[in-house]
């Protein structure tokens, strides 16, 4: 792009141009997803959420939201599952043990994060047309005579 062409998408039939963004691959969702997940576990701790309250599976919630609105759709289940292992393993169980309370409850927390993360991924893949667009220059005015 070194030609000055800018690539914006917009929606067909609509007037608004957003700059053209691009998506994180799986295995960086994956990774960032493991280490966020990773690292919200101690930020619970020094809080004293170290339990299964509705503050640490909102925060959970939120870190699935934020990853998600910057991948692929695609990564929804992989980020869903980071979460998942680390709020079990550490929230709900304790010290790195997971375990299967139960089937209703296991689902739901774990659709819980995979929807968050999918609903924030999906703006990504509405349709959308590209649009290049050429910067205008100005001509400097004139000096004074």
């Given at each position: 792009?070194?030609?000055?062409?800018?690539?914006?998408?917009?929606?067909?039939?609509?007037?608004?141009?957003?700059?053209?963004?691009?998506?994180?691959?799986?295995?960086?969702?994956?990774?960032?997803a493991?280490?966020?997940?990773?690292?919200?576990?101690?930020?619970?701790?020094?809080?004293?959420e170290?339990?299964?309250?509705?503050?640490?599976?909102?925060?959970?919630?939120?870190?699935?939201?934020?990853?998600?609105?910057?991948?692929?759709?695609?990564?929804?289940?992989l980020?869903?599952?980071?979460a998942?292992?680390?709020?079990?393993?550490?929230?709900?169980?304790?010290?790195?043990?997971?375990?299967?309370?139960?089937?209703?409850?296991?689902?739901?927390?774990?659709?819980?994060?995979?929807?968050?993360?999918?609903?924030?991924?999906?703006?990504?893949?509405?349709?959308?047309?590209?649009?290049?667009?050429?910067?205008?220059?100005?001509?400097?005015?004139?000096?004074?005579?």
């Amino acid at each position: 792009m070194s030609d000055g062409l800018r690539l914006y998408r917009a929606r067909p039939g609509g007037r608004s141009f957003r700059p053209a963004t691009r998506r994180l691959p799986l295995g960086a969702s994956l990774a960032l997803a493991l280490g966020g997940a990773a690292g919200l576990v101690p930020a619970l701790a020094l809080l004293g959420e170290q339990r299964a309250t509705w503050f640490a599976l909102g925060a959970f919630a939120v870190g699935c939201a934020v990853l998600g609105a910057n991948s692929r759709p695609s990564a929804a289940p992989l980020i869903a599952g980071a979460a998942w292992l680390f709020f079990n393993g550490f929230v709900i169980h304790r010290h790195a043990v997971l375990g299967w309370s139960s089937t209703g409850g296991e689902c739901a927390r774990l659709g819980l994060f995979c929807s968050v993360a999918l609903i924030a991924a999906l703006p990504a893949v509405w349709p959308r047309r590209t649009v290049r667009t050429l910067p205008v220059v100005l001509p400097e005015p004139l000096p004074p005579s």
